[in-house]
């Protein structure tokens, strides 16, 4: 059964940079799929922030490629997301996933991020 | 604002059944055979209820089913039981790896 579990600080200050992180067990990140970050504001909706491909290569919701980072880091078996100059409206819960084709089939749990200073 | 457009609250009471509506345009939905749609209770991850229009994962009851038709794919749970009660969102392929979800939809068994 392929698990994730997101990482990560709770509380980032305005125009600093987020960094949270994603290990997954039960599959090796190097052998296949897309892997990818979603968030969803409190009360909201989900919003695709982008994938990352076994092979490094990168894909980002383009109102937020500005600004977001996705890496591998296959030798922890983990992938991480960066989203730099952030304000109040990037308060949400993060959720990490795998991706297959169109869809995300495991889900982390989320991790809350607030932004306040 | 989203990409795909749902409408916010749907109800049915048990053994009924509901359809929601996911509506996109001719680059997304129109286009492509890839929608998916997520279940999701309070305070949980989502969890993949139908894939690739109408394909239901492993251990989704087939009371779930979906279908699309132009602009517009939809998502319909007949036989409506009380753990049905949930948020339920779209998703759908948009070209270039790009995906996009609707606002979602509050599901309520009366």
């Known amino acids: 059964q392929v698990r994730l579990q997101e990482s990560g600080p709770g509380l980032v200050k305005p125009s600093e940079t987020l960094s949270l992180t994603c290990a997954v067990s039960?599959?090796?990140?190097?052998?296949?799929?897309?892997w990818g970050w979603i968030r969803q504001p409190p009360g909201k909706g989900l919003e695709w922030i982008g994938s990352i491909f076994h092979s490094g290569a990168t894909f980002y919701n383009p109102s937020l490629k500005s600004r977001v980072t996705i890496s591998l880091d296959t030798s922890q078996n983990q992938f991480s997301l960066r989203v730099t100059s952030v304000t109040a409206a990037d308060a949400a819960v993060y959720y990490c996933?795998?991706?297959?084709?169109?869809?995300?089939?495991?889900w982390g749990q989320g991790t809350l991020v607030t932004v306040s200073s | 604002q989203s990409a795909l457009t749902q409408p916010p609250s749907a109800s049915g009471s048990p053994g009924q059944s509901v359809t929601i509506s996911c509506t996109g345009t001719?680059?997304?939905?129109?286009?492509?055979?890839?929608v998916s749609w997520y279940q999701q209770h309070p305070g949980k991850a989502p969890k993949l209820m139908i894939y690739e229009v109408n394909k239901r994962p492993s251990g989704v009851p087939d009371r779930f089913s979906g279908s699309k038709s132009g602009n517009t794919a939809s998502l319909t749970v007949s036989g409506l039981q009380a753990e049905d009660e949930a948020d339920y969102y779209c998703s759908s392929y948009a070209g270039y790896t790009n995906l996009g979800f609707g606002g979602g939809t509050k599901l309520t068994v009366l």
């Open positions: 039960g599959y090796a990140i190097s052998s296949g799929y897309y």
């Open positions: 996933a795998r991706r297959y084709g169109d869809h995300h089939d495991f």
């Open positions: 001719n680059s997304d939905v129109g286009t492509y055979d890839y």
